[in-house]
């Protein structure tokens, strides 16, 4: 039977063999939510950046500068880190290079994976359905904060779990604590991450409505995935 | 006011300043369980060993050799890894080098810690008593399995979480995720860790006596710390 894990840190990602495996890069406060908000309104591709310097570099190739660093929009960057900012549609067909304090982190660790997809809450069911076609085993990788573990992504990794469970099997513990968090969650996710360390140091810079949003399964049916470097949905 | 983190892995060590805490190092099935047992039944000493061959020349000091590797006794050394072991009284006043897979691997990645001491189900109110008393912000340090976090060690972390919640601030998410854990489990935990993949892994070896003993609170008074390299009660 194939086994999806869950591995609640990007730091924890050298004890998994990822080479054979479809990995999920979560990162629900905002990446991974503003990446699928970006393509379902139809920008072209996302080249994940790991600092600051290569976004900057990437935009004289024409490409627009999207990213935070510690909750923030980056100065002279054109998008920051709310889904809103890529709702509007003048971005169609252009590429974005995307920076964040935690995604592009993960994703940069887990570049061996055979396949590695974007989720979020918003395309959660796209996420589903592509891991039940396939015949690989998965992997959920929560992006967290700084290396350590966050609820949001925890959450998300529960909610796949739950969706998945009578296909996979589920070889280790932290699959049992994403799973019985979300169970025990999900009827009341905004009020329960309200205790969350992210939603604490967000309360600053007022983004309730980007974690409502966040937190909402299913907007769009779309599923970028990673290719030669780049995120795309083609 | 005072801080306490749950640290889920040994891996996510380095990300935390551990040489102003007091560290609580953690491994329920069934390393620190067994050190908790040994203390209450009279031994002087533990001295945590990284490896096999270190223990075995310890032995010619006159050490009682103790440990496992993937849950079985190794051949050769006088003691295993269950609790029931520690209990005759025939080893009082003697030291033990003891090496296990996960828990004295836990011990060498915290020796930078201001004080480090050794938690367990069986002593639970030692290690609350004492942190309450104490000034330091505290670590709770899962020992988990070969790296990978576990049901066992979050669950005791959640229980020291919930008796401390008032006294220290908990600044990030891993101690709701543990707290949320054990508040809802903590009526049926051995039914609940039926699930885990360590009781999985060890009811081949039926141990399903030292997992309900390793879960039961409060059975000794005694709290190991370490001092030059060997854990002390004294």
């Not at 976004?55 to 024409?62: A, F, P, S, T």
């Not at 909750?71 to 590429?95: A, H, I, L, R, T």
């Not at 061996?112 to 998965?138: D, P, Q, T, W, Y």
């Not at 992504?153 to 469970?165: N, P, R």
Request: net charge neutral; with cysteine; charged share 25%.
């Amino acid at each position: 039977m194939r086994t999806i894990n869950v591995c609640l840190s990007p730091e924890l990602t050298h004890l998994y063999d990822l080479s054979d495996k479809t990995v999920v890069v979560v990162d629900i406060l905002r990446a991974t939510s503003c990446m699928t908000t970006a393509f379902a309104h139809g920008i072209a591709a996302i080249r994940p950046v790991a600092n600051l310097e290569e976004c900057r570099e990437l935009k004289v190739q024409g490409y627009i500068t999207s990213g935070e660093r510690n909750g923030e929009k980056v100065e002279g960057f054109d998008k920051g880190n709310s889904p809103f900012e890529y709702m509007g549609g003048e971005m169609k067909g252009n590429k974005i290079a995307f920076t964040t304090t935690n995604g592009t982190q993960a994703i940069e660790k887990s570049k061996s994976a055979r396949e590695l997809l974007i989720g979020s809450f918003l395309n959660l069911s796209a996420v589903v359905n592509h891991l039940k076609a396939s015949s690989n085993s998965a992997i959920i990788l929560c992006a967290g904060w700084k290396g350590r573990v966050n609820l949001e992504d925890t959450l998300f990794a529960g909610a796949v779990i739950d969706a998945l469970k009578s296909n996979f099997e589920t070889p280790d513990d932290a699959e049992l604590i994403a799973l019985q968090l979300y169970q025990h969650t999900k009827d009341n996710m905004i009020e329960f991450l309200g205790q969350s360390s992210h939603v604490k140091r967000l309360n600053r810079l007022k983004i309730h409505k980007d974690i409502a949003f966040c937190l909402t399964p299913d907007q769009y049916d779309v599923l970028p995935r990673l290719v030669g470097g780049e995120l795309i949905t083609k």
